[in-house]
């Protein structure tokens, strides 16, 4: 599941994938569109339709009236063909596991979540997951044989190696991964898995706040605090695919020890447990995040002092990142980012006192979109950015 274009197959096949991300991304588009969108010739982009029209992959569908506004024959719309085909979303995070369905295009058409100790029991995650991807396949009306692939985040570095090139493994000191190959072989369809914080990323860049934006940061705060770094357009990767390990710059190396095995590293002092077990004396065992994010809201004073501190703390770390890779946009995101303005404006303070103005001055920092359903929605467009459209074309219902 390399990014690389090689995994796209043949060119051709690059060719159709282009024009369906065109359609999976404006909805609709006419073959003059197409045209303009792809860069292709209209004689390909003709014979390409074609093709893909003949396996059931797209249809037509009525132009809305007035649409273009032109004299004449209206141009006919080209759609996918929802009913060809669904992919799954699954997000592991450190005590929650969220479900989506989406149809080829993207677009959700049922969700499911369920608090859960996966760090605890990674095993038990499996069950609950599949419990919810059968659940929400139903409120879908769609099935497993109708669906392309599963893709999955985790709240864990995903380590690339050339005899693991899909990521099997984790660091020491990670909790353990949800045994995904169990999660295949119960699900019968393929499954691919990232890092939760790059998947927000690719979501935020798609769909959400960071639409159209080529350098970017992105920062989910939660059970865990991590990165996304978008440069130039591209999900940066790095050696082996550990990028963005933000939770564990380390402020204090006399500090608490961390998961990580370091000392007195971000996560100790900012993440969700960390501000739990400051809340927790307070409010009692069962207090959560989402109690905390709402109290804030509500103009708790102690939770937004909490969150002010985290962001300010996140901030500095990400000021100093700023100051190496010069992002136009930093984007908050993550369960606590539900906070509010209180922890945006915290990070951008933060930033301010640890970048150069000039970098300062040109990064906005901007809450996500996508809220903590980033992480979900990235993983469905990992799996429609990385499968095939002959795949997809299998998947299509006989006409
Ligand atoms: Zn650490």
Redesign the pocket.
């Known amino acids: 599941m390399s990014s690389s274009p090689g995994t796209l197959g043949s060119l051709k096949d690059r060719n159709r994938l282009r024009i369906v991300d065109v359609l999976r991304r404006s909805g609709t588009a006419s073959r003059v569109e197409l045209v303009r969108a792809t860069g292709l010739s209209r004689t390909t982009v003709s014979k390409l339709v074609g093709e893909l029209q003949a396996s059931g992959l797209i249809v037509e569908r009525q132009a809305a009236s007035g649409d273009g506004g032109q004299v004449g024959r209206p141009a006919i719309a080209l759609a996918l063909n929802p009913r060809s085909g669904g992919v799954v979303g699954i997000d592991f995070g450190h005590d929650l596991v969220r479900v989506a369905v989406a149809d080829l295009s993207g677009g959700v058409l049922a969700e499911g979540r369920s608090a859960f100790d996966v760090d605890g029991d990674p095993a038990g995650a499996i069950d609950v997951a599949v419990e919810l991807v059968h659940a929400a396949l139903g409120d879908a009306e769609s099935d497993l044989d109708r669906t392309v692939g599963v893709g999955v985040a985790v709240s864990a570095p995903i380590v690339r190696t050339p005899e693991a090139p899909a990521g099997a493994h984790i660091l020491p000191g990670w909790p353990e991964l949800p045994p995904l190959e169990e999660l295949e072989a119960r699900l019968g369809r393929p499954v691919i898995v990232d890092n939760d914080a790059n998947l927000g990323a690719l979501a935020e860049v798609r769909d959400g706040a960071a639409r159209g934006a080529r350098n970017v940061l992105y920062v989910m705060l939660s059970g865990g605090i991590g990165a996304g770094l978008i440069l130039d357009g591209r999900l940066v990767r790095g050696h082996r695919g550990i990028t963005g390990e933000l939770?564990?710059v380390v402020l204090d190396p006399n500090g608490p020890i961390?998961?990580?095995g370091?000392r007195g590293?971000i996560?100790?002092v900012a993440s969700g447990p960390a501000l739990l077990a400051a809340m927790r004396p307070l409010r009692g065992p069962a207090f959560t995040v989402e109690d905390a994010t709402r109290a804030a809201r509500d103009g708790d004073d102690g939770a937004r002092r909490l969150f002010a501190d985290a962001g300010r703390t996140v901030g500095q770390a990400v000021g100093a990142i700023c100051n190496l890779v010069n992002p136009e946009l930093v984007v908050v995101g993550g369960d606590m980012a539900l906070a509010g303005d209180v922890l945006v404006d915290a990070v951008r303070d933060g930033i301010a006192l640890a970048a150069i103005p000039a970098i300062r001055d040109d990064a906005r920092v901007i809450p996500a979109q996508l809220g903590d359903r980033a992480e979900v929605l990235g993983a469905i467009g990992l799996v429609l950015a990385e499968t095939e459209t002959e795949a997809l074309a299998v998947m299509a219902p006989a006409s």
């Open positions: 939770g564990h961390c998961r990580c370091n590293c996560e100790t």
